[in-house]
T-cell receptor, first 113, second 114 residues
Framework: GENVEQHPSTLSVQEGDSAVIKCTYS??????FPWYKQELGKRPQLIID?????GEKKDQRIAVTLNKTAKHFSLHITETQPEDSAVYFC????????????FGKGTMLLVSP | NAGVMQNPRHLVRRRGQEARLRCSPM?????VYWYRQLPEEGLKFMVY????????ESGMPKERFSAEFPKEGPSILRIQQVVRGDSAAYFC????????????FGDGTRLSIL
């Protein structure tokens, strides 16, 4: 089955810096890649997603890039703010008519003021 | 517009008891997914259901765990004869249908086994 590796496990940045989280996947059939943000004790919230027919997608300060050949995708957060502090999860899905997600183990992002 | 509703938020059981976790999908969503999250780990897929059908239960332990999504009412994840290793957060997600439809998560049920 699919395996998703996520790095780093923890990331500390200063407010205003950029943060990059990287994920690799094993199954070349995966074609949908969402990113979720989870604050302590709360639900995972979808922040951005990308399909395999697109190489990059942006939404304000957040962007995701996908390299299908290398089987990796990355989350980029610019101008980080303290409220960006949370655990971020990447996921991959083989869309065979449904979208069960295989998650990475998460990255704890800490943005210091 | 209510999101995915899960209850209870916290559940404490003694070893050997049964745990029942409930999930009501978002309005208009007919697909439900259950995930388990162990401390400091990612979410692991357990089961995918549509109304009255289990579509994929490849992530479910073979024994003691079962799930249903009846025609009326919420989806239920049932754990019989709970053991300490069942302690985890159990999240439910729903989506409107097949294909590239984002999954929206509930607040989860935190199950503690004494």
């Amino acid at each position: 089955g699919e395996n998703v590796e996520q790095h780093p496990s923890t990331l500390s940045v200063q407010e205003g810096d950029s943060a990059v989280i990287k994920c690799t996947y094993s199954d070349s059939a995966s074609n949908y890649f969402p990113w979720y943000k989870q604050e302590l004790g709360k639900r995972p919230q979808l922040i951005i997603d990308i399909r395999s027919n697109v190489g990059e997608k942006k939404d304000q300060r957040i962007a995701v890039t996908l390299n299908k050949t290398a089987k990796h995708f990355s989350l980029h957060i610019t101008e980080t703010q303290p409220e960006d502090s949370a655990v971020y999860f990447c996921a991959a899905s083989i869309n065979s008519g449904y979208s069960t997600l295989t998650f990475g183990k998460g990255t704890m992002l800490l943005v210091s003021p | 517009n209510a999101g995915v509703m899960q209850n209870p938020r916290h559940l404490v059981r003694r070893r050997g008891q049964e745990a029942r976790l409930r999930c009501s999908p978002m309005k208009g969503h007919s697909h439900v997914y259950w995930y388990r999250q162990l401390p400091e780990e990612g979410l692991k897929f357990m089961v995918y259901l549509q109304k009255e059908n289990i579509i994929d239960e490849s992530g479910m332990p073979k024994e003691r765990f079962s799930a249903e999504f009846p025609k009326e009412g919420p989806s239920i994840l049932r754990i019989q004869q709970v053991v300490r290793g069942d302690s985890a957060a159990y999240f439910c997600a729903s989506s409107p249908g097949q294909g590239y439809q984002p999954q929206h998560f509930g607040d989860g049920t935190r199950l503690s086994i004494l």
